[in-house]
């Protein structure tokens, strides 16, 4: 996952590649939590998707938080269907490495997720972060309904003034409802809580929300 030499750009729908009809076959229990990470979920928890550089990081920084369910990693945001990781290097399926957060309204509030979203990584970057660059890399909060995106929107401008006060570039976060969420590979997911020691290039500027 480190030093990605691929295109920086996204491609045209015209582009892209076919893909399959076929979904990733996955293993329905979580590493760490021991819960699906695939639907039906109990009728109470909420969903969220958040694109933040290599899935691996990403994954490990939600399932630590307090009131998370289950996680999953995947693409989501481009347009080919049922991709593997090999093809989203590519930069030829318009996806995101992404991570889908199942949690518990009840014990932590959406807008606790945006916080460790904006701190645990460098939302400035375009299409990179941090040694991995790609367009599978950028930064981005996909939503489910109206509420979470007004939420999104918000938080982003707050951490804005605060990236600003201290002297960082301008936000290059896409903020959009979530489209198809395909799982990736098996052995992606939870894979930092399987190989403790594995890459991780993660890493926030230090600079709080509050």
Known sequence: MIFSSKKLTLPDPSQALPGRDTKMPITNKHFVTG?????????????????????????????????????AVGYSGGYTPNPTYDEVCTGLTGHNEVVRVVYDPALTAYAELLRLFWTAHNPTQGMRQ???????????????????????????????????????????????????????????????????????????LGVSFD
């Open 35 to 71: 819960n699906p990470i695939a639907p039906p979920f109990p009728a109470h928890l909420q969903l969220a998707l958040f694109g933040l550089g290599c899935f691996w990081g990403a994954e490990r920084k939600f399932w630590q938080h307090p009131g998370i369910f289950s996680t």
């Open 130 to 204: 941090g040694n991995d660059a790609g367009t599978q890399y950028r930064s981005g909060i996909y939503t489910y309904g109206q509420e979470q995106l007004d939420e999104a929107i918000e938080s982003k401008e707050i951490y804005q003034k605060r990236l600003t006060l201290e002297g960082f570039d301008q936000i290059t976060t896409e903020i959009m409802p979530a489209s198809v969420f395909y799982y990736a590979e098996d052995y992606h997911q939870q894979y930092l809580a399987k190989e403790p020691l594995g890459y991780c290039g993660l890493g926030g």
